[in-house]
């Protein structure tokens, strides 16, 4: 595992733990992490994150993660041990959500076939 690779999972780590319990602003509903990602040179990170809320809602809480940027930035800075704390852009992954979307599709159509082919099979047993 490289250096940016042990960081990204220290910064995940520490940013969930700051979002729970030290930004408490209320346009930041519950959200999950699903990836960080900082430059070579760990000067900048970008922070990905889901919610389960509904879109004008997550526009809300994009902006209270913007609005909140600098005390996350200062609590991470309490909490690693590197010489620069990355600057923090917050990105809704909607490819999470999209990625779900497909599962929940998938499983659909497996559940489909599966009561189609149990059908079939009824079927060719009344035949013969």
Known sequence: MSRVDRVNEEIRFHISTILQRGVHDPRIGFITI???DTSPDLRSTSIYF???Q????VEDTLKGLKASRGLIRSLLAKRMSIKFIPQITFIDDVSEIENNRIDEIIDILHKEKERLDGHDKCNKGNKG
């Open 54 to 57: 509904r879109k004008g809602a």
């Open 34 to 36: 699903t990836k960080v």
């Open 50 to 52: 889901t919610s389960m």
